[in-house]
């Protein structure tokens, strides 16, 4: 499977950015697909994640209620919205497909190229 994210950018504090991550390849549907973050000198960090069918969502603490994971299979795209930013969440954001796992960066099998989120304060 192939990933394509984009949707970052410069945005203030308090805002918002929607994230797309698209996914090509075969049987696309059957991964479980995961939103991270990497700053620099940091461990890539999970964000949040969505099953197979879309129907469970998986978040971290820290963007619970801010961050909302979505995926459309009709066109294999996974989307990240992402309200009330603060300038801690700049990173690069990337996006992964995993065939089992649900917040382990190591264990995924295939991710985007990322996408840079600055948060100015």
């Known amino acids: 499977v192939q990933l394509q994210a984009s949707g970052g950018g410069l945005v203030q504090a308090g805002g918002s950015l929607r994230l797309s991550c698209a996914a090509s390849g075969v049987l696309t549907i059957i991964y479980i697909m995961g939103w991270f973050r990497q700053a620099p000198g940091k461990d890539r960090e999970f964000l949040a994640a969505?099953?197979?069918?879309?129907?469970?969502?998986y978040y971290e603490d820290s963007v619970k209620g801010r961050f909302t994971i979505s995926r459309e299979n009709a066109t294999n795209t996974v989307y990240l919205q992402m309200n009330s930013l603060k300038p801690d969440n700049t990173a690069v954001y990337y996006c992964?497909?995993?065939?089992?796992?649900?917040?382990?960066?190591?264990?995924?099998?295939?991710w985007g190229q990322g996408t840079l989120v600055t948060v100015s304060s």
């Open positions: 969505v099953s197979a069918s879309g129907a469970v969502t």
């Open positions: 992964g497909a995993s065939r089992h796992t649900v917040r382990t960066a190591a264990t995924y099998d295939a």
